[in-house]
């Protein structure tokens, strides 16, 4: 039985495409990073299948191909592209699972598009279809009527991937998240954390290491909250340590109060924080029920205190709460300014199915008609309560490119740099000299677009060659987000601005020029 496993692409660009980082350095077929889902579906089907994996951030789609049964995993907002893609292999024969998160919100959608669908998590649905299927006697649905045990979960297929096609790979300890945010379907999905055996994902981490070769010294933590469990974690911390690898991983602001926690985080190797921080206004953070996680008034000691573990922050802000009028892009540029949060990721509450906040807009017909597409937190699929959308679009948009023009960014960096936070602990001479020169010559065409940079560029190499230890990778991240920034720009300028959102640019440039 020939099968293939898809994830589809979002077609649109979103500020963590990193395009320019991708397309710069590691080839413009690449990815960031690695898949989970896909290898683990892979290492749930028995083996006498012949197993292909399709992962269209990096591989086009062969319609041509023959399979006997294709899967496809979709989130929301690559909905409407997986719908293309089971449609399109259903024209030819071929039959065509939809599984995944946004098909176990909308069950009924998705089997308009499919010959089975599979509700909640694979290893609850996946195994009988393969049963069934073997049989001739496939569901139309399969559904898990509970969670996995994560003790017996399998272990990824990892040798299905081209590993070259990734700058790190995804390993996943727990699944859940012992909060409950309005804006967040965690929770619903997948209840309260469940975790497990650190041993089980030591030996995880130590098999992709084997299938990854060479790009195997780093990896990213998906869980959602590994810190639910604040033994666990630190358990999980000091089995990390020998292992010598560098690794990211999602976090509360509140473990910054936890100095055993970070102290640990540092040894073992981790050398960015995805910290939620949602918002700067208090009021904001209680209307969806994480004013009891996050408290504003402690935001500036919190990141101070990461800071001064070595540990660079991404900051994931959100705008658009019930409680944001349009103060809010000025308020939360101050912030990433006056703080100097490494990397600020900035997003528009979306509706995301599943969520409580989903469905109060549904309750007060507040919701916009939007394609699937949109849910992806760039667009404005709700009516926010304090702004129009269009205000709420322009600001979201204004604030990436304040935050990302080059003289908030290298004040940014330069302040990092300085502080200790952006370093590496071991250069590799050869990929540090290959790095610099593309930098070089990055920086310099964008020069002759941009005069102003020369001073940007003579104290970046006066960094970079002076101090040895000084991170370059994040400034080439960072000079990632820029190019987004550029993007939306570009994008502005061929949109209608309505005279509500042009009073509002006009006042942000204002707030703008003040603050450089």
Request: charged residues 25%; aromatic residues 12%.
């Amino acid at each position: 039985m020939r099968t293939a496993f898809v994830s589809p692409a979002h077609g649109a660009r979103h500020i963590l495409d990193l395009k320019y980082v991708r397309n710069t350095f590691l080839g413009a077929s690449a990815s960031t990073c690695m898949p989970l889902a896909l290898p683990t579906l892979a290492a749930l089907t028995p083996p006498e299948h012949d197993i292909t994996i399709i992962d269209e951030q990096t591989d086009a789609i062969d319609f041509d191909a023959h399979y006997d049964v294709v899967a496809i995993t979709t989130l929301t907002p690559t909905a409407t592209r997986a719908y293309q893609i089971a449609d399109e292999f259903r024209s030819r024969g071929t039959w065509v699972v939809l599984g995944g998160f946004h098909v176990t919100m909308f069950p009924e959608e998705a089997q308009k598009h499919a010959d089975t669908i599979c509700t909640g998590e694979a290893e609850g649905t996946w195994p009988n279809f393969c049963r069934d299927w073997e049989n001739k006697q496939p569901k139309s649905e399969y559904r898990a009527y509970q969670n996995a045990d994560l003790a017996t979960c399998v272990t990824p297929r990892w040798d299905l991937l081209r590993p070259r096609r990734y700058r790190f790979f995804s390993i996943q300890a727990s699944r859940g998240c012992k909060y409950n945010c309005d804006f967040c379907s965690v929770r619903f999905v997948f209840g309260p954390t469940r975790y497990k055996p650190i041993a089980k994902v030591m030996q995880e981490i130590m098999t992709v290491k084997q299938c990854t070769l060479p790009r195997s010294d780093r990896f990213v933590l998906v869980d959602d909250n590994l810190f639910s469990n604040r033994q666990y974690a630190k358990e999980f911390l000091r089995a990390l340590i020998p292992l010598n690898l560098r690794w990211e991983c999602f976090a509360p602001l509140n473990i910054a109060h936890d100095a055993e926690i970070l102290q640990l985080l540092q040894e073992s190797g981790c050398d960015r924080l995805s910290i939620g921080i949602e918002s700067v206004s208090q009021a904001s953070l209680t209307s969806v029920n994480k004013g009891t996680v996050n408290k504003y008034d402690e935001y500036a000691e919190s990141v101070a205190c990461i800071h001064a573990h070595g540990i660079p922050i991404v900051g994931l802000f959100m705008l658009g709460f019930d409680g944001d009028d349009d103060t809010i892009f000025e308020k939360t540029f101050e912030f990433v300014r006056e703080t100097g949060i490494a990397f600020p990721i900035f997003s528009i509450v979306t509706p995301g199915p599943g969520t409580k906040f989903y469905e109060r807009m549904i309750q007060e017909k507040r919701m916009l008609q939007r394609s699937w597409d949109d849910f992806d937190g760039t667009h404005v699929c709700f009516q926010p309560k304090l702004m129009s959308p269009d205000t709420l679009q322009a600001g979201y948009e204004w604030i990436i490119k304040a935050c990302y023009s080059y003289e908030p960014l290298f004040e940014r960096t330069e302040k990092l740099w300085r502080n200790g936070v952006f370093t590496q602990s071991e250069q590799q001479t050869g990929l540090r000299l290959l790095a610099s020169a593309i930098l070089a010559k990055e920086l310099i065409t964008h020069y002759f677009d941009n005069r102003a940079l020369l001073p940007f560029i003579q104290r970046t190499f006066s960094e970079l060659w002076a101090k040895p230890k000084s991170d370059i990778v994040s400034l080439i991240l960072n000079l990632g987000l820029a190019e987004y920034a550029l993007y939306l720009a570009g994008r502005e300028r061929h949109r209608e601005t309505s005279l509500e959102s042009a009073e509002l640019l006009k006042r942000l440039s204002c707030c703008e020029s003040i603050t450089q």
